[in-house]
């Protein structure tokens, strides 16, 4: 079994940071991508940014500049460094591990639960 568990979100200014981190544990052989994606009341959850195992980025054009994402492949974690927040960034930000359980199984997308992200002053 798998878990998936984000940390860091928050009230913050525009104009200020948040970062959020995610741990993922349980019986794990590899994870292949993992990523950070949003949804906004009343909107499509959305791609904010993803990692590969290689270090291979990928961003929203959205967030491009103003938020970094890196990973940590021997912890199983990966983190959101995001900067100049705006209120559009407001949202509920989830997770996702591609995990294969062992080297017998397919891998497939796991979620964390969300942290909620709002940005006001």
């Known amino acids: 079994q798998v878990q998936v568990v984000e940390s860091g979100g928050g009230l913050v200014q525009p104009g200020g940071s948040l970062r959020l981190s995610c741990a993922a544990s349980?019986?794990?052989?590899?994870?292949?991508?993992m990523g950070w994606y949003r949804q906004a009341t009343g909107k499509q959850r959305e791609l904010v940014a993803t990692?590969?195992?290689?270090?291979?980025?990928n961003y929203a054009d959205s967030v491009k500049g103003r938020f970094t994402i890196s990973r940590d492949n021997a912890k199983n974690t990966v983190t959101l460094q995001m900067n100049s927040l705006k209120p559009e960034d407001t949202a509920v930000y989830y997770c996702?591990?591609?995990?294969?359980?062992?080297?017998?199984?397919?891998?497939?997308?796991?979620w964390g639960q969300g942290t909620q992200v709002t940005v006001s002053s």
């Open positions: 996702n591990a591609d995990v294969q359980a062992t080297y017998l199984t397919s891998s497939y997308p796991r």
């Open positions: 349980g019986t794990i052989f590899r994870i292949n991508s």
């Open positions: 990692i590969t195992g290689r270090g291979i980025t």
